[in-house]
């Protein structure tokens, strides 16, 4: 087996570990690349099903092209995917294009819309495959648990996460009181109340990510690819907080060789990711507040 | 061809129709190795990791400037450890809390390292990044020699079953790269390894700070004629998967997904060891139950007729048995080495801070098995006279201390030695909720040595006084009854 092998391998042993220890898990899925490799993931898991919601938290300042692919996956894959939004914020004009900081409205749109989102305080919207229909559900049950796919590499305090790692009532992170986690034997006891966030693709680069989608032609959204402007999205985000990278890659086999030996050799993923830049700990101090 | 997203529950693509089956990465480096960097706290792990990721321009553009620069808005002396300490309390505190997963490429195999930290407070922290490594980096201080936790770590290592080690002596700029220094050191140390039975591949003199011996060889210690620390890291090897051991999988679930009219009924999990093929006979252990692969399922890939070690799969079988989550498949034309047990002789290490103590009642998970365990005796505490472990009394296993014990298990489990098998070789312990400790499994203990050794004769005496006492129940029919049968008493 290669890299990209035991990769799978070991990631599909994770989302079923969490499928068993869960009994209302659901996947967060932010349309990227990574969390549409998970998809996958779950469905080879699973052998061709997804038998959990798919969870998507909508700024309503996402890049376009990002709701259109994912209302048209999700009617053709019949999943079962929850929309939670902070309607409230948004109303209120409470924005960075509103004028607000960006981290203020990061800790808005996304961490609070996530939060409430999971533990059913707000209501979400539901796309139920069987009625090919939405619905609003109001007061719905909490998830104990959520499958997530962020990276060690794409930023330091993600390169310190564990695999089952928990939040506690306020969904916040401990950073520096992690529990042991040794070899594959996860700890999946948690005390009642606690929420639990999995993590299968701890181990995984970005280019492992597309070192995969190269080899299994997973049809990820193609925003990431040149459509003949000369740019592409590298990292995909809200669109007032992301810019596209300078590039001419077309397919994944173009992107692999930017990243091994071309112009992205040595610059970081998320680069054209505004939020990352104020000041050091910004997504540290996001991620112990809830963010993924 | 595009694959695309399948719908179909038990979507099969031919061989043909998957032209990159099996093809290697476009990166040209197939392999990946996680090594573990260890050793007393301020050693210099993080120096030494950071040295690295910047000597083998595996940095991110601008990154080393940016952390350069900061330090001098804010009035610090740059650090190569400061690349990694990520987190703000580890920033303000200038010490590792967390291991931290940190990926770099040589020309040979892209490299997972990860820093683990050396404080004792985070001895946690540190197994868990260890416990994910195939090899490991020993760091020591020349100035302060070998310490409390070059010491630890290096038992830890050698309970992980960690047997590629590298011990890397650091700091010789101090000493203007004095060649006494370094031979003292790795003389006190090398024994103390070998008394663990840990033989490290080399001893290699280093200054991380200065970049010495880490990607290219030292001017300063032409008295060292050996390798760098990396090309010592190219040099180790990832575990090859025997082809002809035994077959072996823990059975992590069963499904059966009526959706879309899907008829199967799966056994899920992950190959531990050899292969199993279509058409094989399987015996699921502990529970004794026997059936027949009738095929390997999997969803956007080709037909498969075999799974093997590391493989995530699942298939169905010819006969549908009751077969619970946590038994371990074996074929039954092999002799697999994996026994059927409710004792346990291992080694290993307690990190809560609520002891490890008789009478209370565990949760032990071992493969996809949890059962419940307590602990029957502590044969030994491990480690250094002078070090602290050593003092834990031998009616507790307290935080940090290593030992080797013999736990009881509620029911059979199917397991192996940690020898014959790792994945079958393992467990932690849980306690209430809390990840307590782990170790390995020296050996499965047979149920009868669990009886209290009698005196002889005591059983004999015991039954003529309960004839004697009871003669309606005890009738004497002049032979003795069977034990098994005489619950009645």
Redesign the interface.
């Known amino acids: 087996m290669n890299k990209i092998e035991r990769l799978e391998a070991q990631s599909i042993f994770i989302i079923r570990e969490a499928y068993k220890s869960f009994r209302n898990i659901g996947m967060l899925w932010s349309i990227g690349k990574d969390s549409t490799v998970l998809l996958w993931l779950a469905k080879k898991a699973f052998f061709g099903h997804v038998p959990f919601d798919l969870i998507h938290v909508d700024t309503r300042y996402k890049i376009p092209e990002m709701i259109a692919y994912r209302d048209e996956i999700a009617r053709k894959l019949k999943l079962r995917l929850v929309v939670g939004q902070n309607i409230q914020a948004l109303a209120e004009k409470r924005t960075f294009v509103d004028g607000l900081d960006r981290l203020a409205c990061c800790r808005e749109l996304k961490s609070n819309a996530l939060i409430h989102t999971l533990d059913g305080s707000w209501p979400r919207r539901f796309y139920d495959p069987q009625k090919d229909a939405w619905m609003e559900i109001a007061r719905a049950e909490p998830y104990n648990a959520v499958i997530v796919g962020v990276r060690s590499d794409e930023e330091g305090s993600r390169s310190k996460e564990r695999v089952f790692s928990a939040r506690d009532e306020k969904s916040e992170w401990d950073a520096s009181a992690q529990p042991p986690e040794l070899w594959n034997l996860y700890k999946t006891e948690f005390a009642p109340k606690t929420h639990v966030r999995v993590h299968p693709l701890l181990e995984w680069t970005e280019l492992n990510i597309w070192e995969y989608i190269e080899k299994e032609e997973i049809p990820v959204i193609p925003v990431y690819f040149d459509q003949g402007a000369g740019k592409r999205y590298r990292s995909l985000g809200c669109y007032p907080c992301t810019s596209p990278v300078e590039s001419t890659a077309k397919n994944p086999a173009d992107i692999i060789e930017e990243l091994v030996s071309g112009k992205f050799r040595n610059v970081a993923e998320r680069s054209g990711r505004a939020q990352d830049k104020d000041g050091g700990g910004t997504l540290e101090t996001l991620r112990k507040e809830g963010y993924m | ?11 099969r693509r031919h061989e043909t129709g998957s032209p ?1 089956a099996g ?10 190795m996680n090594i573990v960097i260890t050793g007393h706290v301020d050693h210099g792990k993080s120096t030494l990791v950071g040295r690295l990721l910047t000597d083998t ?5 601008g ?1 080393l400037e940016a952390v350069r620069n ?1 330090c001098e808005k804010n009035g610090r002396v740059f650090e190569y450890s400061m690349l990694l300490d ?4 580890e ?1 303000k505190q200038g010490i590792t ?7 770099f490429k040589s020309a040979r195999r ?1 490299y ?1 390292m990860i820093d683990a930290p050396g404080h004792v407070e985070f001895l ?2 540190m ?2 990044g260890a ?2 490594a195939v090899a490991a980096v020993l760091v020591i201080d020349a100035v302060e020699g070998v310490a409390e936790n070059s010491r630890r770590h290096g038992l830890l290592l050698s309970l992980l079953g960690i047997s590629q080690v590298v011990v890397v002596i650091n700091k010789l700029d101090l000493y203007r790269y004095d060649e006494t220094v370094f031979h003292a050191i790795r003389q006190e140390y090398e024994r103390y390894l070998e008394s663990l039975d840990v033989k490290p591949v080399a001893f290699i003199p280093v200054s991380a700070r200065e970049g010495k011996n880490i990607v290219t060889p030292a001017p300063e210690t032409p008295w060292y004629r050996g390798k760098t620390v990396l090309e010592i890291l190219d040099g180790f090897n990832n575990p090859v ?1 025997e082809e002809d051991a035994f077959f072996a999988m823990p059975l ?2 069963v ?1 059966r ?1 009526s ?2 009219n ?1 008829e ?1 009924r ?1 056994y ?1 999990g ?1 190959v531990v060891s050899g292969r199993v093929a279509v058409g094989d006979r399987v015996r699921f252990l502990p529970s004794g139950r026997e059936a027949r692969i009738a095929s390997i ?5 080709p037909v498969k007729t075999v799974a ?1 070690m ?3 799969t ?1 298939f169905t079988l010819v006969e549908d048995i009751y077969a619970k ?1 946590g038994e371990v498949l074996v074929k039954v034309d092999e002799n697999a080495p994996v026994q059927t047990a409710s004792r346990l002789q291992a080694n290993m290490i307690w ?1 809560s801070g609520n002891p490890l103590t008789f009478g209370k009642s565990y ?1 032990l ?2 493969g996809a098995a949890k059962v419940e365990a307590r602990l029957e005796k502590i044969e030994r505490v491990l480690g250094d006279a002078r070090d602290d472990m050593a003092d834990s009394s031998p009616c507790a296993l307290n935080r940090n201390a290593c030992g080797s014990v013999i736990l009881r298990l509620a029911r059979p489990i199917a397991l192996t030695s940690f020898h014959e098998n790792a ?1 079958l070789g ?3 312990l ?1 306690d209430d ?3 307590a400790g ?1 170790g390995i499994v020296l050996a499965p203990l047979p149920e009868e040595a669990a009886r209290p050794a009698l005196p002889e004769g005591f059983e004999d005496t015991l039954f003529l006084l309960l004839r004697k006492y009871f003669p309606h129940r005890f009738p004497d029919t002049g032979k003795r009854p069977d034990p098994e049968s005489s619950s009645s008493i």
Do not use: C
């Not at chain 2, 290697?24 to 990946?32: F, I, L, Q, Y």
């Not at chain 2, 321009?57 to 553009?61: A, D, I």
């Not at chain 2, 990520?86 to 309390?89: G, P, R």
């Open positions: 061809m595009r694959k695309g997203w399948s719908n179909a529950a038990g979507n990159s093809r290697v990465a476009a990166s040209g480096t197939p392999e990946r321009r595996s940095l991110p553009e990154k900061a990520a987190l703000e309390d920033q809390i967390d291991s931290a997963r940190v990926f892209e997972i946690r922290n197994l868990s416990s994910r998967p992590q679930d499904y997904f959706n879309d899907d199967r799966i899920a992950t399922e999997a969803w956007s890939a093997k590391h493989e995530s699942g989550s990190l949760l998970k071992l994945s393992r467990f932690v849980v909720h809390d990840a782990g």
